[in-house]
């Protein structure tokens, strides 16, 4: 499974952002997916994950409220929907896909990670 992110680019603090992550086949349709962002010189952390049916959801404090994720299972597509951006969210953001059906922050648990796409929020 090959996962493609993008929608990154670079906006001002308060702006939105919608970014996009595409499976390359449909294997991704029965796991969780998630969004992890890794800022320079900072560990990858999580940020948002979704169930394989689209219902459930997890967010970290730090996005919750401003930041939504959603999914087509139709078309393998995650999206993260960012809103109020910060300057704080600037990082290059990754999406994966576990190995559980149900969202989860470990990074351990996800099998497949695409390349990232850089988010830059300037003040």
């Known amino acids: 499974v090959q996962l493609q992110a993008s929608g990154g680019g670079s906006v001002q603090a308060g702006a939105s952002l919608r970014l996009s992550c595409t499976a390359s086949?449909?294997?991704?349709?029965?796991?969780?997916m998630g969004w992890f962002r890794q800022a320079p010189g900072k560990e990858r952390e999580f940020v948002a994950a979704?169930?394989?049916?689209?219902?459930?959801?997890d967010y970290a404090d730090s996005v919750k409220d401003r930041f939504t994720i959603s999914r087509d299972n139709t078309g393998n597509t995650l999206y993260l929907q960012m809103d109020s951006l910060k300057p704080e969210d600037t990082a290059v953001y990754y999406c994966?896909?576990?190995?559980?059906?149900?969202?989860?922050?470990?990074?351990?648990?996800?099998?497949?990670w695409g390349q990232g796409t850089l988010v830059t929020v300037s003040s």
């Open positions: 086949k449909r294997t991704t349709s029965n796991n969780a």
């Open positions: 994966a896909a576990s190995m559980t059906s149900v969202p989860t922050r470990a990074r351990n648990t996800y099998r497949y």
């Open positions: 979704i169930g394989w049916r689209g219902v459930s959801t």
